[in-house]
């Protein structure tokens, strides 16, 4: 469980991400943890939320501006990231944590 899950969860191959893998799985562990608190959440749920937030911030280097862009028949269409990296682990938590103290 470590940020060498991130790099096979977002298809990193290049040496050069490395370190900015290894951020922003740092990063992750932070936001989750913090969100998290003192509240006992099972270590594989931990790591799941964990691993969608670092994907999160992994893909924002590609998004300026919060704007990325996606294939489509007619097209390339524009679509605005989330502003908060832990949206995506907000639903797998929450189930875990306290009625109105998240």
Same mark, same amino acid.
């Given at each position: ?47 799941? &939320?964990?691993?969608?937030? &670092? ?43 306290? &009625?109105?103290? &998240?």
């Amino acid at each position: 469980m470590s940020a060498a899950d991130l790099s096979a969860y977002v298809n990193s191959t290049a040496t050069a991400d490395e370190p900015f893998v290894a951020a922003c799985w740092a990063e992750a562990e932070e936001l989750v943890a913090a969100y998290v608190g003192l509240n006992v959440v099972p270590a594989v749920t931990l790591h799941r &939320a964990t691993l969608e937030v &670092a994907a999160e911030l992994f893909h924002r280097r590609n998004a300026p501006g919060g704007i990325t862009q996606f294939a489509a028949l007619d097209g390339p269409s524009p679509v605005r990231m989330a502003r908060d990296p832990m949206l995506g682990a907000y639903p797998i938590l929450d189930r875990f944590l306290p &009625a109105g103290l &998240a």
